[in-house]
């Protein structure tokens, strides 16, 4: 079982930055592809960003590109996303989410396990 916990989230206002990081308790992450994912009020989640085990293969959604960066620091067990020009459009719980797989996947189903999620909501 994969254990992971998201933190960095908060109100920011349009145009802010926030950065968010979610730490693994399972001492084989570097096996793990990762990925961000989030949810807003009333919509399904949708992919945001997705890292290999490696780091070598990165995703991002069109939404964000160029604003969001994901990244990994493995002897930390940590997966970083960093959000740079938010939008209101951005406000949702963002959840990180871990694949025992190095294909790095864009869909919530092949991801097997997930944080509790946080919090980020933009002010326009």
């Known amino acids: 079982q994969v254990r992971l916990v998201e933190s960095g989230g908060g109100l920011v206002q349009a145009g802010g930055s926030l950065r968010l990081s979610c730490v693994a308790s399972?001492?084989?992450?570097?096996?793990?592809?990762m990925g961000w994912f989030r949810q807003a009020p009333g919509k399904e989640r949708e992919f945001v960003a997705a890292?290999?085990?490696?780091?070598?293969?990165?995703y991002y959604a069109d939404s964000v590109k160029g604003r969001f960066t994901i990244s990994r620091d493995n002897a930390k067990k940590t997966l970083y996303l960093q959000m740079n020009s938010l939008k209101p459009e951005d406000t949702a719980v963002y959840y990180c989410?871990?694949?025992?797989?190095?294909?790095?996947?864009?869909?919530?189903?092949?991801?097997?396990?997930w944080g509790q999620g946080t919090q980020v909501t933009v002010s326009s």
């Open positions: 989410a871990a694949d025992y797989s190095i294909v790095v996947y864009r869909t919530t189903t092949s991801y097997d396990y």
């Open positions: 399972e001492r084989t992450f570097e096996s793990f592809a």
């Open positions: 890292i290999s085990w490696g780091g070598d293969t990165i």
